[in-house]
Each structure stands twice: as C-alpha cells, then as structure tokens.
C-alpha cells in the first residue's frame, strides 16, 4: 500500500448469515466510530459491536431512533451510576452486576444525558469478566452477554478470509486496485459459500477454495462433481456448450 494511504475495512454481518451485508473502508488514521453513521436505524434491528466504536453521540442515535446496541464500555469511561438492578435467581449466574447508568453526551455547544445499562459478566469458558453496556432495558441480563458473543462471528469470517484468500499481498499498490482485490476477494467468499450450503455432501469450505484454485481453467460440472467425486466428472462437448453456474 502505499505510504499514508494504508486503510481499514469495516463490515455489518446479519446474525444468521456468514457474509458482510455492507462492507465500508477508511483510512487508519481515521477514527473507527466514524463507521456508526453509515448504519440504519430502525427498531428491529440490534447492532453489536467492539468497543473500539463507542461513541456516545451514536447510542444517542440509536436511542432516538428505537435502535438497539450493545457493546463494551471503554476503560476510561466516564459516567455516574444511577440504579442497581435485582439480579433474579433465573438469570445466569455469571451475571455479577445489572447497573443503570447516566452518560453525557456532548454534541456542538449543547450537553445532553443518556440512561443506559451497564452489565458486567464473568466468561467462565474464557475466563475473563467483561463489562457491556446497552439501551436494550426490556432483556434479561445474561441475554445482554449471548448477544455480544454473536459478535465474534465476523471475527470468524476475518480469520477465513485470511486463511484461504491472498490478501497478505497485493497485486497493486493504489487505493483504487487494493479496493478491487478486497472487493473479489469477497465475491468469492460468497459464491463458495453459496456453494457449500447448496451441496448435500459435507466439504470443508478450505477444500472447496482449494480445488476451485487447482481446477479454474478446467471444463467440471463442479456441483456434480463435489456432490460425487468418485465418477467420472470430466465433461464432454456434447453435454453442454455452455457452462451454467449450477
């Protein structure tokens, strides 16, 4: 990349898919909270999201429009406690702490205060205590802490994307041609992905990517194929002309 231009990808996954449904990009230098307002607001939707997008005038926004949010509250956070929550003996017991919470939100020369709910959580599987903080008021405490934890499935779509795309190097060194790679990098994802839900047959999705990189020039029926490797999958002239997509 090249010097000064070096940028940062921001991505929105719907909980029950396994690709971005809206990918943004920025330079590093700026700030990650700027992505918050390309997002929209409606009350059926909940946005879940690392810390290092708190921003304040955001869950005002959120708040304003019915918008659901949850997130980590930052170290240095500055807010004052307003009421402590009965924890009820159904609600998990790594929940410790069910707090509201009061924070200032300063927008241009106008102050304004924002009630949340500050939810602090022990992860016994990772043994480490975390501290959410949401506007969701109606659900349970332990629900507060299952719903962040969906986060870590775009975590999971970084980690394929690393492990079976070339995106270490690039084939261009301008804004404009590693935008393209990213952009078929994530194309591909998803016809694969397409794919892998389509078959019956089990295949892991590495698999898949590697025999679509061997065989790319190659004339296969691959639906045919993945679904039955054992048969003769090589495809004569005569069965098509041409190739449809499935």
Same mark, same amino acid.
């Given at each position: 990349?090249?010097?000064?231009?070096?940028?940062?990808?921001?991505? +929105?996954? =719907?909980?029950?898919?396994?690709?971005? =449904?809206?990918?943004?990009?920025?330079?590093?230098? #700026?700030?990650?909270?700027?992505?918050?307002?390309?997002?929209? $607001?409606?009350?059926?939707?909940? /946005?879940?999201?690392?810390?290092?997008?708190?921003?304040?005038?955001?869950?005002?926004?959120?708040? @304003?429009?019915?918008?659901?949010?949850? #997130?980590?509250?930052?170290? =240095?956070?500055?807010?004052?406690?307003?009421?402590?929550?009965?924890?009820?003996?159904?609600?998990?017991?790594? +929940?410790?702490? @069910? @707090?509201?919470?009061?924070?200032?939100?300063? !927008?241009?020369?106008?102050? #304004? #205060?924002?009630?949340?709910?500050?939810?602090?959580?022990?992860?016994?599987? &990772?043994?480490?205590?975390?501290?959410?903080?949401? =506007?969701?008021?109606?659900?349970?405490?332990?629900?507060?802490?299952?719903? /962040?934890?969906?986060?870590?499935?775009?975590?999971?779509?970084?980690?394929?994307?690393?492990?079976?795309?070339?995106?270490?190097?690039?084939?261009?060194? &301008?804004?404009?041609?590693?935008?393209?790679?990213? /952009? $078929?990098?994530?194309?591909?994802?998803?016809?694969?992905?397409?794919?892998?839900?389509?078959?019956?047959?089990?295949?892991?999705?590495?698999?898949?990517?590697?025999? $679509?990189?061997?065989? *790319?020039?190659? /004339?296969?029926?691959?639906?045919?194929?993945?679904?039955?490797?054992?048969?003769?999958?090589?495809?004569?002239?005569? !069965?098509?002309?041409? *190739?449809?997509?499935?």
């Amino acid at each position: 990349m090249e010097k000064g231009k070096v940028r940062s990808m921001h991505s +929105v996954i =719907n909980a029950d898919e396994t690709v971005p =449904n809206l990918v943004w990009f920025s330079p590093a230098a #700026t700030h990650d909270h700027n992505f918050m307002e390309k997002l929209k $607001c409606d009350d059926n939707s909940i /946005y879940v999201f690392d810390k290092g997008y708190n921003d304040y005038k955001a869950f005002k926004n959120f708040t @304003d429009h019915s918008t659901g949010f949850v #997130t980590r509250i930052k170290n =240095n956070a500055d807010y004052q406690e307003i009421e402590a929550l009965e924890i009820e003996d159904h609600i998990h017991s790594g +929940v410790l702490q @069910d @707090d509201i919470i009061e924070i200032v939100v300063k !927008e241009k020369d106008n102050e #304004t #205060t924002l009630k949340l709910r500050k939810v602090r959580f022990y992860d016994r599987e &990772n043994k480490r205590e975390f501290e959410f903080l949401t =506007n969701l008021f109606d659900l349970w405490a332990d629900l507060i802490a299952a719903l /962040y934890k969906i986060r870590w499935q775009i975590e999971t779509l970084f980690k394929q994307l690393k492990q079976n795309f070339p995106l270490k190097y690039f084939l261009g060194d &301008n804004e404009n041609a590693i935008k393209i790679q990213i /952009y $078929c990098v994530l194309i591909v994802n998803l016809l694969i992905t397409v794919i892998k839900k389509k078959l019956k047959r089990s295949w892991a999705f590495s698999n898949l990517v590697s025999f $679509c990189k061997i065989h *790319l020039f190659n /004339y296969i029926n691959l639906i045919r194929f993945l679904e039955n490797p054992e048969k003769d999958w090589i495809i004569t002239k005569t !069965e098509s002309e041409q *190739l449809s997509y499935f």
